[in-house]
T-cell receptor
């Protein structure tokens, strides 16, 4: 089971770009990388998922180097509402439906 | 599209009492998960269902926790008897099982349990 490591916390200011890096040295060939966001009193919410190179959606970008041993979630021009906990997970593609294992996440605090 | 529904939203009980949580997944989602999230930690998987069959319950404390998913739709999670350390948020999630990508989980808002 691939283990992920990410910073416990990060601070930023409104309007800045925030990059949260996650390491997953034991990622398997079939593993996808998925990021979730969690606000207080809510369940985690899917942000973005990728397998290799770069993925972009309306919320964030995900950068994955060729060796796939790490990934970086990029949040452009953060606002106060981006204050949340961000989880990086790896999960199998085409497997016996193995559930995603959450780590402790990165607590992002955005200041005005 | 309706999201994952959970009830109750909050529950306060005394230790040794029993409690039950209910979850209604997104329509058409074959896979259902129960997670336990203790304050300050990430969610921990308790049990995973595929339709009405159990896929993984390796982290479910079976001496006190039980879960069922009758007819492959709604699910209930029960704790009997509760202990102080069971105080946590219990999250239900569901996913549309596909063969093309990794699972994307959709979570409910959870039930916050306080055991006194």
């Amino acid at each position: 089971l691939a283990k992920t490591t990410q910073p416990i916390s990060m601070d930023s200011y409104e309007g800045q770009e925030v990059n949260i890096t996650c390491s997953h040295n034991n990622i398997a060939t079939n593993d996808y990388i998925t990021w979730y966001q969690q606000f207080p009193s809510q369940g985690p919410r899917f942000i973005i998922q990728g397998y290799k190179t770069k993925v972009t959606n309306e919320v964030a970008s995900l950068f994955i180097p060729a060796d796939r041993k790490s990934s970086t979630l990029s949040l452009p021009r953060v606002s106060l509402s981006d204050t949340a906990v961000y989880y990086c997970l790896v999960g199998d593609k085409n497997t016996g439906r193995r559930a995603l294992t959450f780590g402790s996440g990165t607590r992002l605090q955005v200041q005005p | 599209e309706a999201g994952v529904a959970q009830s109750p939203r909050y529950k306060i009980i005394e230790k040794r009492q029993s409690v039950a949580f209910w979850c209604n997944p997104i329509s058409g989602h074959a896979t259902l998960y129960w997670y336990q999230q203790i304050l300050g930690q990430g969610p921990k998987l308790l049990i995973q269902f595929q339709n009405n069959g159990v896929v993984d319950d390796s982290q479910l404390p079976k001496d006190r926790f039980s879960a069922e998913r009758l007819k492959g739709v709604d699910s209930t999670l029960k704790i009997q008897p509760a202990k102080l350390e069971d105080s946590a948020v219990y999250l239900c999630a569901s996913s549309l099982t596909t063969a093309m990508e990794s699972e994307k989980l959709f979570f409910g808002s959870g039930t916050q349990l306080s055991v006194l």
